[in-house]
């Protein structure tokens, strides 16, 4: 197995277990009137956490016919809860406005376990899946749509909507979707961005505390594409109030790169000191500003590198992929989009767009402080530990990749040329340490962090 292999996907290629059962249980022991589950409108949503209830909620919203939409449970006190007190509650305004959707919601508790006779209405899910959105956290995302391989096929469609930069994209959603669908009939896999501030109030009930908008578009679309594949993109682009559009996936891809900037920085930044996101936009100057900008340089180098890798050619050059971009992939040379993003990913460019979002969120709680509190597993290894491990993947394949960069581009930029000579050695160092100091939990003022950086 290749040492360029992130984790996840040496664990995956090296897992040859066949696909579990999975079964679902309902509230009732006959299925409600309505359409049936194997419907293909209707949209599976596993997660319900904040996103997962946002989108569930807005996907109802559309007229005159809204698709049917299922919330997929993971466990079984949750269906009970939702027996008991049935429906998502949405506040907004403050408070001052509060909707509760209860029309158009049904739920499914998933598990590998068929539930007593006695105990509600149970059967296997399937045949086929097809169009589901996975809102859970990120480090669970992939796993759970694993899970769930026996159900996915080429009229599949599934959606990613959480933080951090999607697995699926080249060069090792290729890799994984070969090893679970040799037959090369692997679903369309999506992912979507979501600015919208939403915080918990409980379970099923929601703040949505600042809107914003939301972008979906293909990661990595199935071989075969059967007619009826972008179903869920459109439904979720066009669902009323999610202020929501559907991009190519060069910008979904520029734009999860420049959100996970914002992320690797004001999540775990915030989590040490226990602050505000404003708290780090405070000043001009100072030891937080000095922390922010070598975080910058090291994720700098690295998006500059990836840029130039041979991987990228298929994303940034895609003359199939539906939706708005504003690259200008249509009427450039794939030399000239990479000239164009080297510079989009400049560290003064990252630097006036982290400023620029930080002042926006000033006065929210990161989500990453809140999961500290709460005592929750964090997405570290989802925001910096992804740069960690692409840094490790560009490093271990530089002479190839840089080679093969050249002599497909016949690049002459000199500073391009000197980016790939310098690949060899991707610093991320205070990405490693800002992973080891959320880890340990530790709580530290600024100056404290500042030497924690600088060692």
Request: proline content about 8%.
């Amino acid at each position: 197995m290749s040492s360029s292999h992130p984790p996840w996907l040496t664990s995956l290629l090296n897992d040859t277990s066949p696909a579990p059962r999975i079964y679902r249980w309902t509230p009732n022991k006959h299925q409600p009137p309505g359409p049936p589950p194997d419907d293909p409108r209707r949209i599976f949503i596993l997660g319900v956490g904040n996103i997962g209830r946002l989108y569930a909620v807005h996907l109802t919203r559309h007229r005159p016919n809204p698709p049917p939409i299922t919330l997929v449970l993971h466990r079984r006190d949750l269906l009970d809860h939702w027996i008991a007190d049935p429906g998502i509650e949405i506040s907004r305004d403050g408070g001052k406005i509060v909707e509760k959707t209860v029309d158009g919601l049904d739920v499914e508790y998933w598990t590998d376990d068929p539930p007593p006779a006695d105990e509600g209405s149970s059967s296997e899910i399937g045949p086929l899946i097809s169009n589901i959105i996975i809102a859970t956290k990120a480090d669970a995302a992939l796993p759970q749509a694993d899970r769930l391989r026996r159900y996915l096929g080429p009229s599949s469609t599934v959606a990613f909507a959480q933080n951090g930069i999607s697995k699926m994209w080249p060069p090792h959603g290729r890799l994984y979707a070969s090893h679970r669908w040799p037959a090369g009939d692997a679903p369309s896999f999506a992912a979507c961005i979501t600015t919208h501030g939403v915080l918990s109030h409980g379970l099923f009930r929601s703040e949505h505390a600042s809107v914003a908008d939301a972008k979906i578009g293909l990661v990595m679309p199935s071989p075969i594409r059967p007619r009826g594949s972008e179903y869920l993109l459109d439904t979720v682009a066009t669902a009323p109030g999610l202020e929501s559009r559907r991009v190519s996936r060069a910008d979904l891809w520029v734009l999860q790169l420049e959100k996970l900037v914002v992320n690797s920085i004001i999540n775990p930044i915030t989590a040490i000191l226990r602050c505000k996101n404003g708290v780090l936009f405070a000043e001009p100057s100072g030891v937080l500003v000095d922390v922010m900008n070598r975080v910058l340089h090291e994720t700098s180098r690295v998006y500059q590198a990836l840029v130039d890798h041979p991987s990228t050619a298929e994303i940034l050059m895609d003359p199939d992929s539906p939706g708005h971009s504003t690259l200008g992939t249509e009427a450039k040379s794939l030399d000239a989009i990479r000239r164009d993003l080297t510079d989009r990913f400049a560290v003064g460019a990252l630097r006036a767009m982290l400023w620029r979002v930080g002042h926006q969120v000033s006065l929210n709680t990161s989500s990453m402080l809140q999961d500290v509190r709460a005592g929750r597993r964090t997405e570290i290894r989802e925001f910096n530990g992804w740069i960690v491990d692409t840094a490790h993947f560009l490093s271990a394949g530089t002479s190839t990749s840089t080679d093969h960069t050249r002599s497909s581009n016949t690049s002459t930029d000199p500073a391009r040329c000197q980016a790939g000579q310098q690949h060899q050695d991707l610093d991320v160092s205070t990405h490693r340490a800002l992973i080891d100091l959320v880890e340990s939990g530790k709580t530290l003022d600024q100056s404290e962090l500042g030497r924690a950086i600088s060692g």
